[in-house]
């Protein structure tokens, strides 16, 4: 077991590289980061572009461009950012701590609602109820994040002021304008519609999942075995049926990490919600290169950690997996 | 029990004049979200196919001299009009003859080319294959919205395919984007269907009289895989209309040359109209894009239905 998770994260380095390699690449040709600093600084001299070439590695060769880079990513010799010349790791840090906030609320809130709906919509497939959630889930995929939040928004932020003098949810930030400190309440009231727009995505497909799970193992031989010992019908819902039913959905909720991520990158981006959604879109429209290698390297290095998380779960909760 | 004997052998009886081709018609035309679906999408597309018919406005024409702006839904202006006085109603249907068509020809471009992929790294195996999968797997993990603004920027540079593309904003450039982007999904569906298909008698029989590698992809794999193909086109389509929306929405969608328009930029106005309660701005072209989204899907998922007959969907 553990030689087979200290192969699986060793492997994930090499990987790393790899993929910020072609990230690299891929934003070099994509945004052109030194055409964009010239355009967001006209007046900088040559020196200042060719210091700004030197730290960030954008080397016409780009294997050694790319060294460069990494070896002053590692160092801590991180470039700035090319719009009014900011710190990259304040900006990075508050934009990793909002969203990973507002995406560990949606994610429990919908986890937890999707899989109490897929239960009771295995329970008696092919009822009122399951039809009922089965069809809000479907409902609930096909409906882009994007046109859920407009009209939530307009209906809570908009219409509700229209109608009852004062809006429910505010629409945008975390906080109100010119608040200082922390208030439990004004942030939650201010997550409370992002939450929602994310959290209808997660629940429709964790609902799903649990439903066809649960299904297959409520009908297989041990279910019934465990129903000819007499053991009560609770017990063997939550401790033969559930259990078995879950082992797939970890895999799932780790593949699934990046669906989650592209929801909250729109829902912040409505909101107006300082987390990493709306600190990509600012600096890729901008082409702010120092900017977008770091929180790359957040993203790459999530969806991997993840993967590998499925991982060794899958491993360590079915038994039946071999390692090799 | 002579009454259900009889039933039995009957029943046996009836499935087994039927080829597997009806069949699947058979079970698809049992789902009713599925038709009513189907019922929906084709008067869509015969309304929007006949735009100048029932398109009550030029796509860039106001409806009435100015102040014409904004205003709500009435007789003159069924759903009402935009910031600069045009009638919503007929832009919708401008637009959504332009997103459909984004999607059909995405679709077909990634089908075609996922379907070929799928099929010869499937077949092929080895080296071929691992590196395509692991190319999809890397795709299909990132956040959706962040490679396909990548992707589109790097297309975009690259000056050589711009004859091919043409200019980045333009529809085909979308029409591209999308067919480069959704092959992936399509080729690990075919792959999949593929796998299973190649250890299989018929497969062997052709191999074992001599048939050449591209006759066997041709003649025996993909006809076998025309039920996961067609349900990967679904996916393809919808997932263009949507990626076209979403992009546009965040302002890297086809622009509005001579007032042009598409759901994506219909619904990248709604959000301006949003705060200042503009309501009818954002709600009728989210319904569409809705309806149209929720239609295909429907589609796609009976068709999955249908045409695996394994797929028992656990109802019974």
């Known amino acids: 077991m553990f030689r087979y998770i200290f ?13 910020t390699f072609m990230v690299y690449i891929a934003l070099r040709i994509g945004t052109n980061p030194v055409e964009s600093y010239k355009r967001i600084n006209p007046r900088a001299t040559k020196e200042k572009i060719q210091e700004y070439i030197d730290i960030n590695g954008l080397d016409p060769n780009y294997v050694k461009g790319y060294f460069t880079w990494l070896k002053n990513f590692l ?169 078995n039913a879950l082992i797939p959905l970890v895999t799932i909720a780790a593949l699934d990490f990046g669906s989650i991520v592209g929801g909250l990158i729109i829902t912040e981006n409505i909101f107006s919600y300082p987390g990493m959604g709306l600190y990509f879109l600012k600096s890729f429209g901008e082409g702010d290169f120092p900017l977008l290698m770091p929180w790359m390297v957040v993203i790459v290095s999530s969806v991997l950690a993840f993967n590998l998380l499925a991982d060794i779960a899958y491993a360590w909760l079915d038994p039946r997996i071999r390692l090799e | 029990m002579p009454g259900s004997t009889q039933g039995f052998d009957l029943n046996d009886k009836i499935e087994s004049t039927y080829s597997p081709r009806q069949m699947a018609l058979r079970r698809f035309m049992a789902n009713k979200a599925a038709v009513v679906s189907c019922f929906i999408l ?12 029932t398109a009550r406005y030029g796509v860039n024409e106001a409806v009435q001299v100015p102040p014409n702006s904004f205003l709500t839904p009435r007789t003159q202006a069924w759903l009402g009009t935009d910031d600069i006085g045009r009638d919503l109603y007929s832009r919708l249907i401008y637009g959504v003859r332009v997103s459909l068509l984004i999607g059909l020809a995405s679709g077909l471009i990634s089908v075609t080319l996922g379907a070929l992929v799928g099929a010869v790294a499937g077949f092929r195996g080895g080296k071929f294959d691992d590196i395509m999968m692991r190319v999809t797997d890397l795709f299909l993990a990132f956040p959706f919205l962040v490679s396909l603004l990548v992707v589109r920027n790097v297309l975009g540079a690259l000056t050589w395919l711009r004859p091919i593309t043409g200019d980045m904003s333009s529809v085909r450039f979308i029409i591209f984007l ?57 996916f393809s389509i919808v997932g263009a209309i949507i990626g076209e929306s979403t992009l546009a929405f965040f302002g890297y969608g086809p622009q509005a040359g001579d007032g042009a328009t598409s759901l994506g930029i219909l619904v ?20 569409a894009l809705t309806v149209i989204a929720l239609s295909i899907n429907f589609i796609g998922d009976a068709l999955r239905d249908a045409t695996d007959p394994r797929l028992d969907r656990g109802a019974k």
């Open chain 2, 42 to 53: 084709g008067a869509l597309t015969l309304f929007v196919v006949l735009a100048p018919f």
């Open chain 2, 178 to 234: 999308f067919g480069i982007f959704g092959w992936m999904g399509v080729a690990r569906i075919v792959r999949g269907q593929v796998l299973s298909l190649k250890e299989r008698e018929f497969v062997e029989a052709a191999r074992a009289v001599g048939a050449s590698r591209r006759y066997i992809i041709i003649r025996h794999l993909l006809p076998n895989s025309v039920g996961p193909i067609m349900v990967a086109l679904t």
């Open chain 1, 75 to 243: 160092t801590g010799n991180w470039p700035r950012s090319i719009k009014g010349s900011r710190e990259v790791w304040p900006a990075l840090k508050d934009a990793m701590a909002n969203t990973l906030r507002l995406g560990t609320v949606a994610s429990v809130v919908g986890i937890f609602f999707g899989l109490i709906t897929g239960v009771f919509a295995a329970l008696k497939p092919g009822g009122r109820r399951d039809i009922f959630f089965t069809t809000s889930a479907f409902v609930g995929i096909s409906v882009p994040p994007f046109i859920s939040a407009i009209l939530l928004q307009l209906l809570f932020a908009v219409y509700w002021q229209r109608w009852f003098g004062s809006s429910l949810f505010p629409t945008s930030g975390v906080y109100p304008a010119g608040h200082v400190g922390f208030n439990l309440f004004l942030m939650l009231k201010f997550m409370a519609l992002p939450t929602i727009v994310v959290a209808i995505q997660i629940v429709a497909i964790y609902s799903r999942y649990m439903r066809s799970s649960l299904i297959e193992v409520l009908n297989s031989d041990y279910m019934r075995t465990a129903r000819s010992k007499g053991i009560s019908e609770r017990r063997i819902l939550f401790n033969h049926g559930m259990r």
């Open chain 2, 268 to 287: 990248g106005t709604a959000k301006g109209a949003v705060l200042t309660g503009f309501w009818w701005l954002a709600v009728f072209p989210c319904m």
């Open chain 1, 7 to 19: 192969r699986r994260a060793a492997w994930s380095v090499p990987t790393l590289m790899l993929v």
